[in-house]
Structure formats: structure tokens, C-alpha cells
């Protein structure tokens, strides 16, 4: 599942972070990818990713194979990372001469035994966190991946955007990767004071129907708080409003019978 949207702070890596633990506690096998040069999603799973750490940039640019590059996560046994080292933020310029540089990562991927296996070491998910924009890294999101997930933010440029987002993932469809859809829309940062965010949501959820999950995640300090402590809000703070939403968001995408 690529989790992409080129506006940054929309709720990308929150939500890759909080959802791929959610599934990871309700027993099932994930695989964060993280593809930001910042990090964020490696730092939020307390996963090493100083300079030097074999890395998704490795993966990427020197065909690192991915079972060399994935980390395990320290307390939970079925979440796993390939961590962002800062070495990434070279990539969307070195991979520009590497041959087919657009499936680097699809092919890192189908390398990976567990991806698709049925024996108890198999990955149920792959989410794939991308940076804020529509480069080299987010297009080997797009082409390595089957389903996509679109964090939204309720405000009020929320749908600014979207229309390249589509265009580039219809492009994609057509000439990379037929299997591609936009399966999962979230509402992220959904104020339920305000008429602005009921409008926004509203209207996201006219114009994309049934891919906009029922749960929307709301606004909370809480959220914005446990990546400092190398935390989810899943562990920082299980019952708090924007944990519990996510929970009900990992429950809708599993009924929905995303995986890939
Ligand atoms: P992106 O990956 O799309 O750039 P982030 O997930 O990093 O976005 O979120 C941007 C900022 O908003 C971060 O500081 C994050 O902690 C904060 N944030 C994300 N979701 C929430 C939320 N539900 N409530 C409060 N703050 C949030
Ligand atoms: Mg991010």
C-alpha cells in the first residue's frame, strides 16, 4: 500500500506509522518502507537510521537486496522497517541514470521471499511512506505498489493538488503499472468544532465515495507528541481519540482486504 500525497504535513508518515502498528498489534505482518529522505517514519519506529545504516537508499540506487536493508521493530515481533537514512535526499538525482529507475523498488520487492509467501514469516502489508512530492522516489512507490492510500488533511487547500496526484497515478497506470489503484482515502486532522472540516470532509467524500474510510483521524496533541518519544500514538497513548481512530482505520482497510 502507497501511502502518498505530494503536499507535505497532510498526515503521510503519522499515518503509515500508526497504521502499519495498529495491524502489526491485531497480529498481522507489516513492512514499513520508509522512502522520505527525512526519516520521520524511522524515527517514529524507533528503528536506526543514522548515515551509514544500510538503508532504503541502498535498496534503491545499489541494489541492496531488501533482506539486508529491513529492520525489526524493538517491541513489536511483526513489524518490520527498511529505515530512510538522509542519504536518500541524493536519490531523486543519482537514480535519474540508473537502469529502469522507476521499478528499483519493485524489484527490490518481488526479490523478498516473505512478500506473498504463506508460511508464518509472511508479510501480510507493505507500506510504503513517500516524501512530499512527485519524484523518482514516490514514482518507484507508485510502480512497485498495488493499492494507494491517500492521507487528506480537513483544511481548507485540502483538494489543491490532488487533481497532479491523479493525473501522475493515471500516467502510471497506463504506461508502468496497470494494477495500481487509489483504493483507501483518510481524512486526517479532522477538527469536529469546526464547519470548515465537515465541509472538507463532505466534499472528499462526495467526489471519492466508498474509498474514503468511514473513520476519519482527528486533530490531537497526542498524535503530534509520541514521534518525540520514538512512539505511535498506539503505545504513547492506546486510548486517546487519535489511537482508537486509528485502530478503526487498520480494522476498515483489513475488511476491505488491502494488502499489497
Ligand atoms: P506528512 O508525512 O504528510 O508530511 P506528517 O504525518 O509528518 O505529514 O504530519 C505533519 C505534522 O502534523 C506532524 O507534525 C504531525 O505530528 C502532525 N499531525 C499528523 N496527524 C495529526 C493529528 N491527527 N493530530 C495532530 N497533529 C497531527
Ligand atoms: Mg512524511
Same mark, same amino acid.
Given at each position: 500500500?502507497?501511502?502518498?500525497?505530494?503536499?507535505?504535513?497532510?498526515?503521510?508518515?503519522?499515518?503509515?506509522?500508526?497504521?502499519?502498528?495498529?495491524?502489526?498489534?491485531? =497480529?498481522?505482518?507489516?513492512?514499513?518502507?520508509?522512502?522520505?529522505?527525512?526519516?520521520?517514519?524511522?524515527?517514529?519506529?524507533?528503528?536506526? &537510521?543514522?548515515?551509514?545504516?544500510?538503508?532504503?537508499?541502498?535498496?534503491?540506487?545499489?541494489?541492496?537486496?531488501?533482506?539486508?536493508?529491513?529492520?525489526? &521493530?524493538?517491541?513489536?515481533? =511483526?513489524?518490520?522497517?527498511?529505515?530512510?537514512?538522509?542519504?536518500?535526499?541524493?536519490?531523486?538525482?543519482?537514480?535519474?541514470?540508473?537502469?529502469?529507475?522507476?521499478?528499483?523498488?519493485?524489484?527490490?520487492?518481488?526479490?523478498?521471499?516473505?512478500?506473498?509467501?504463506?508460511?508464518?514469516?509472511?508479510?501480510?502489508?507493505?507500506?510504503?511512506?513517500?516524501?512530499?512530492?512527485?519524484?523518482?522516489?514516490?514514482?518507484?512507490?507508485?510502480?512497485?505498489?498495488?493499492?494507494?492510500?491517500?492521507?487528506?488533511?480537513?483544511?481548507?487547500?485540502?483538494?489543491? =493538488?490532488? =487533481?497532479?496526484?491523479?493525473?501522475?497515478?493515471?500516467?502510471?497506470?497506463? &504506461?508502468?503499472?496497470?494494477?495500481?489503484?487509489?483504493?483507501?482515502?483518510?481524512?486526517?486532522?479532522?477538527?469536529?468544532?469546526?464547519?470548515?472540516?465537515?465541509?472538507?470532509?463532505?466534499?472528499?467524500?462526495?467526489?471519492?465515495?466508498?474509498?474514503?474510510?468511514?473513520?476519519?483521524?482527528?486533530?490531537?496533541?497526542?498524535?503530534?507528541?509520541?514521534?518525540?518519544?520514538?512512539?505511535?500514538?498506539?503505545?504513547?497513548?492506546?486510548?486517546?481519540?487519535?489511537?482508537?481512530?486509528?485502530?478503526?482505520?487498520?480494522?476498515?482497510?483489513?475488511?476491505?482486504?488491502?494488502?499489497?
Amino acid at each position: 500500500m502507497v501511502v502518498a500525497n505530494q503536499k507535505g504535513g497532510v498526515g503521510k508518515t503519522t499515518s503509515t506509522v500508526n497504521l502499519a502498528v495498529a495491524l502489526a498489534q491485531g =497480529g498481522q505482518r507489516v513492512l514499513v518502507v520508509d522512502l522520505d529522505p527525512q526519516g520521520n517514519a524511522s524515527t517514529a519506529l524507533a528503528v536506526d &537510521h543514522r548515515r551509514g545504516t544500510p538503508s532504503s537508499y541502498d535498496m534503491l540506487v545499489d541494489g541492496m537486496p531488501l533482506a539486508d536493508a529491513v529492520q525489526q &521493530h524493538p517491541d513489536l515481533p =511483526g513489524l518490520f522497517v527498511v529505515p530512510a537514512t538522509i542519504d536518500l535526499a541524493g536519490a531523486e538525482i543519482e537514480l535519474v541514470s540508473v537502469v529502469a529507475r522507476e521499478s528499483r523498488l519493485k524489484k527490490a520487492l518481488a526479490a523478498y521471499p516473505l512478500i506473498g509467501s504463506q508460511d508464518e514469516d509472511r508479510l501480510d502489508y507493505v507500506l510504503i511512506d513517500c516524501p512530499p512530492s512527485l519524484g523518482l522516489l514516490t514514482l518507484n512507490a507508485l510502480v512497485a505498489g498495488v493499492e494507494m492510500l491517500i492521507p487528506i488533511q480537513a483544511e481548507y487547500y485540502a483538494l489543491e =493538488g490532488l =487533481g497532479q496526484l491523479i493525473e501522475t497515478v493515471e500516467m502510471v497506470k497506463q &504506461h508502468l503499472n496497470h494494477e495500481l489503484s487509489i483504493s483507501t482515502i483518510l481524512i486526517t486532522m479532522y477538527d469536529a468544532r469546526t464547519n470548515l472540516a465537515a465541509g472538507v470532509a463532505e466534499e472528499v467524500r462526495e467526489h471519492f465515495k466508498d474509498q474514503v474510510l468511514r473513520t476519519a483521524i482527528p486533530r490531537s496533541v497526542r498524535v503530534s507528541e509520541a514521534p518525540s518519544y520514538g512512539q505511535s500514538v498506539m503505545t504513547y497513548d492506546p486510548g486517546s481519540p487519535g489511537a482508537l481512530s486509528y485502530l478503526e482505520a487498520a480494522r476498515e482497510m483489513a475488511i476491505k482486504g488491502a494488502s499489497a
